[in-house]
């Protein structure tokens, strides 16, 4: 069993910046992706952005430019470094874990972006 802990959401002015952290936790697996999807109300979820742990990553169209993923393997931990903040980036923001070996996919409870002035 994985555990996903998300922080850092919150209330941002447009043009702001925030930082999400993630951290997994648990016994026995390895980490094969690990990354943040959105949902905002009356959407589907949509990938912000991922990361391969064999070094890929992968953006979503609307924050390509914008946002930053990084990780630290010690800790099984990833950060989103979003710019720029606009309206439609209020959503609330889903850690998302895929598991090596199994493929097994965990999400984390999430954690509101709320991007307004």
């Known amino acids: 069993q994985v555990q996903l802990v998300e922080s850092g959401g919150g209330f941002v002015q447009p043009g702001g910046s925030l930082r999400l952290s993630c951290v997994a936790s648990?016994?026995?697996?390895?980490?094969?992706?690990m990354g943040w999807y959105r949902q905002a109300p009356g959407k589907q979820r949509e990938l912000v952005a991922r990361y391969a742990f064999r070094g890929e990553t992968s953006y979503g169209d609307s924050v390509k430019g914008r946002a930053s993923i990084s990780k630290d393997n010690a800790k099984n931990a990833v950060y989103l470094q979003l710019n720029n903040l606009k309206p439609e980036d209020t959503a609330v923001y889903y850690c998302?874990?895929?598991?090596?070996?199994?493929?097994?996919?965990?999400w984390g409870n999430g954690t509101l972006v709320t991007a307004s002035s």
């Open positions: 648990g016994s026995g697996f390895v980490i094969n992706t």
């Open positions: 998302m874990l895929v598991v090596g070996g199994t493929g097994m996919i965990y």
